[in-house]
Structures are given as structure tokens and as C-alpha cells.
């Protein structure tokens, strides 16, 4: 098994493609999105204070705004909400005890929030203000004022790469474990190598172990190489250091195992060489669209976000995100791993089913 594991290990560092799709392609996202640098997706998500005023015109026409979504959750869950960046401001509507403006707005925010987000919300709120003057309040000044200095509790600052790089890496492992594995097994089957294996006095199962460890451990390089640009070049969150490194390099290796499951589906069911990639990118090329690798799934249409969630790379990307930058554990991420752990199970049991050997 470890001749077998050297051998191919050997096979995948000569192989131009396996190095272009698996270090190359996602290092150019990471440097480019890297090189942008504070700019990122623009999710406008807002909560209100519970001491806000509702009695006014202006609650419910922010309530019914289509580019803001309303978060409500209360206490310490929107405080930790806020603390990480997962919505951008709490509004707070008061009577400014004047005649003109009869009210006020207030904006708490945080430091892990990207400073655009709240540029947004302030235009959307001015645009509100004047939308309201126009057909209520033409002979007053306006009916509330902004407070341009937005409060700012303590969090870490949000970067593009914090989002960017965990979809790529999964991706970067996707690719790798489809693509890599249906091509490696259809050639070997094509060219009698598993059939010359399978008469030799080696288990079966070593056969196909040794096959899969080369590139478990090709794919783990290449995720080092991966975080270890993120973090040094541009900055990746690592909360807890080397912890939290190996927390994300155990989820690779669990969605490796996972995506290679794919791969030995493909090529058991390919009838040829050519039909390798069509099959490939049936399993690949929707789970890069719509499982959050560029931007979140919210910014889908409502009926297709549980589609986005049924994936297996969006529950990969999800819990590397909470590792990495919120510092959650692998424990606590239970419900993204017991997914990619169904997910397994379902996939190598239509692998054993389909598999050959010739």
C-alpha cells in the first residue's frame, strides 16, 4: 500500500493539471480578491434596539426596505451577532425633543463590519428620510436626523480574504477529489492497472487506500500552502493560531474524503475519457456557484436557498468560516460536520455499488 501511495504520489506532482487546479487556480483568486483588499460583499443586516421608537413613519418604511434584512434576535445573541460582523448595525429611533427634527437616528456598529456596509445603510437611511420629507414633511426641514458618528463596539476587523479563502480552499478540494480521482481510476482501469492489481496477493481495499492516501496527502499540502498565503500575505483570520490550523486542516480532511467519494462514482460510471468532465462538473459546477464560494447564498432568491444548503461544500465553507474567523470549535460546528458525515455515507455507498475493476 505504501509503494502503491509513492508511486502515485510521485505520478500527481509530474501531472501538470493536478498542480494548475489544485494550488494554481485557487492561489490566483486568493491573490487577486487579496489585492483588492477591504472590499468585499456588501450584506446589508440590521437590527433594531429594543428602546427604539415604532410609533413614526420611519420604522416601518426601513421594516419594508427590499435591500435590508431585518435580524431579530435580542440580548446577548445580537450583541455576539454584532461583536462578529454578522450584521452591520443596530438602529436606534428616538424623539430628538425638538420641533425640527422630531427624531433621531443612532447606529451601533462594530469593528469586525466592513466600513462600506455602514456607508450603505446610512444612504439607504437618507434615501428613507427624503423619501418621507417629499410626501409628508415638505414644509418641515426633514423628520429625523442622522448621527453621523456610528458607535463602534470591539470585533475583528472583517477582511475579503476571510471570506474568499475558505470557498476556494473548498473548492481547491472539490476539484481535486472529483476531477483527480474519476481521471486517476478510469486510466487506471483503461490501461489494466487495476486488473493487474487485483491478481497480485494485495488486498483490494489496500489497492484503493493507497491510491486515495497520495492524494489526501497531495490535497493537505496544497491546503497549507493555501492558508499559510492567506494568513502571511494577506492577512487570513486565524482566531486560536495553530489551533485553529489544525481544526481546518481535520475538516479538510473530512470533505476530502467526502468530494474523493465523487470522484470514484464519476469514473465507475464514465463509459469513456470524454465524458469524464460533463459527469464532473454536474457534481462540481453547482456546488461553485451556489454554495456561497464568491458570495453568501442570501444574496439568492429565497426558493433556491435551500437547495444552496443541501450541498456539501456550502456546510464546508460555513464551518471553516466559524473556525477560522469566529474561533469556533470543530465540536461546536456538529451540525455542518453531521451533514458532510450523511453526505459520506450516501456517496461511498453508490461508490462501492458502481466501482470496478476493470
Sequence with gaps: MLAITKGSLRAIFRSPSAVIFSIA????FILVFGFIGNGGRVSVNVAFDQSSDTINPIYPAIRHIAGINLVTKTGEALREDLEKGRITAIIKIEKSGLANPPYKISLTSSEAVNPQNIQVLQSILNAVIAGINQKSYTDAPTIAMINNTVTK???????TIDFILPGQLGFSLLSSGVFGVAFLFFNLRQQLVLKRFYATPIRRS???????????LFQMLTSVIVIGIGHYIFHFTL??????????????FVALILFMGFGFIVSSV???????PPFANLITLPQFLLAGTFFSIEAFPTWLQPICRILPLTHFNNAMRNISFEGASLASCWKELGILGIWTVVVYTVAFKTFKWE
Design 25 to 28: 487556480f485557487p492561489l490566483v
Design 153 to 159: 463596539v470591539p470585533g475583528r476587523i472583517y477582511r
Design 206 to 216: 489496500y489497492i484503493v487506500l493507497g491510491e486515495a492516501l497520495s492524494r489526501v
Design 239 to 252: 482566531v486560536h493560531g495553530f489551533q485553529t490550523f489544525m481544526e481546518i486542516m481535520v475538516l479538510s
Design 270 to 276: 464514465a463509459k469513456s475519457e470524454s465524458t469524464i
